[in-house]
């Protein structure tokens, strides 16, 4: 296995201009998290030699690839359309690459048998891909990239064309094969409900990774008001602080400088009690949980809560309510 390093690269087309330095670690799961068009895929096939870069280098394993070809780097690809030939066989399409590097034919039994084993389609060798739902030939083609048994796996929005219930088994089969093989692996994404399987997320904007890091670092720490706002509901305020606390009817954050700061914090971050200045200007019922829109001096924060952690009846929510919230950040101003 191996680590897979970006540095210095970049690329440009017309109206685009992709500038990224980056690395998954030896065995990492590591998620490309953006909206369309921000560089996601280019950068993909910039590590796959799909892509040349104007500059900078690409490395596996500290050694330098970027003059490799596609066929010499040792990679497996899996595109969201999935890409199967349809005139053959799933034990033919999976068997492919292994033809095309003359492996022997006994061998080729062994190791299509083993690459289907490994996404649960054992016994649907004879079949043709017409003959299969999406999620199935989805993992026809993880079998086909996995059967060469490459270093590096690449992931382009593998699930975008599946339904959501499939999307979700598939996704947790990645993540398990991936942990199994100990493969470094990445995966491209737009779906923030996505981050979850992965160790690190790189999180980028127009061409650009805006920052790095664990899930929940991410998600509880963005450095960037792109960031918070890209990986789920936020709450972000523009204050004023002064002696190093910043307010807000009764709510004080202690940012430890003076001036305009933005504050961020999630939803399930504040905590509601009984009594206070906080006015409810509305509610939805979730699934196990309530959102609560409040108005604090002009201010919309929103809240949730678990049903059980209410200090009133979920059918009788007051007109106002006190509000702690229990952690924040700060984000660049
Ligand atoms: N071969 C190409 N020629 C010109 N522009 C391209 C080419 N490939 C990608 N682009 C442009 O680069 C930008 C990033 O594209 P892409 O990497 O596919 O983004 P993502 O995968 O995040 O949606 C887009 O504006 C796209 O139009
Ligand atoms: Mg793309």
């Given at each position: ?23 998954a670690r030896d065995g990492e799961f590591l998620t ?143 993540r398990?094969?991936q942990r199994?093989?100990g493969i470094t692996t990445i995966y ?7 981050m979850a399987v992965s160790d690190r997320i790189a ?9 790095i890091g664990e899930p929940l670092e991410l ?115």
């Amino acid at each position: 296995m191996v680590s897979v390093e970006l540095r210095g690269v970049s690329k440009r087309w017309d109206n685009f201009e992709l500038q990224v330095d980056l690395s998954a670690r030896d065995g990492e799961f590591l998620t490309l998290l953006g909206p369309s068009g921000c560089g996601k895929t280019t950068t993909l096939r910039i590590i796959a030699g799909l892509e040349r870069p104007d500059s900078g280098r690409v490395f596996f394993d500290g050694k330098d690839v970027t003059d490799l070809e596609p066929y010499e780097r040792n990679i497996g690809i899996v595109f969201q359309d999935y890409a199967l030939f349809p005139h053959m066989t799933v034990f033919k399409n999976v068997a492919f690459g292994l033809e095309m590097r003359k492996v022997s034919k006994v061998e080729i039994e062994r190791k299509v048998r083993w690459a289907l084993e490994l996404v649960g389609l054992e016994g649907f060798e004879n079949r043709y891909p017409e003959q299969l739902s999406g999620g199935q030939q989805q993992r026809v083609a993880l079998a086909r990239a996995l059967v060469v048994e490459p270093e590096v796996l690449l992931l382009d929005e593998p699930l975008s064309n599946l339904d959501a219930k499939i999307r979700e088994r598939l996704r947790a089969e990645i993540r398990r094969i991936q942990r199994e093989l100990g493969i470094t692996t990445i995966y491209v994404t737009h779906d923030q409900e996505e981050m979850a399987v992965s160790d690190r997320i790189a999180v980028m904007n127009v061409g650009r990774v805006e920052q790095i890091g664990e899930p929940l670092e991410l998600y509880y720490h963005p450095k960037t008001e792109f960031v918070a706002r890209f990986l789920g509901i936020s709450n972000i305020l523009e204050l004023d602080a002064e002696n190093g606390v910043a307010r807000l009817g009764g709510i004080e954050f202690n940012v430890g400088v003076d001036g305009k700061v933005r504050v961020f914090f999630r939803p399930e971050s504040v905590l509601v009690t009984p009594g206070g200045d906080a006015r409810v200007t509305g509610y939805e019922l979730l699934p196990g949980r309530i959102r609560l829109y409040l108005d604090v001096e002009g201010h919309t924060i929103i809240a949730e809560r678990p049903l059980p952690d209410l200090p009133f009846e979920p059918h009788s929510v007051p007109h106002k309510v006190g509000l702690v919230v229990r952690s924040f950040s700060l984000l660049t101003l």
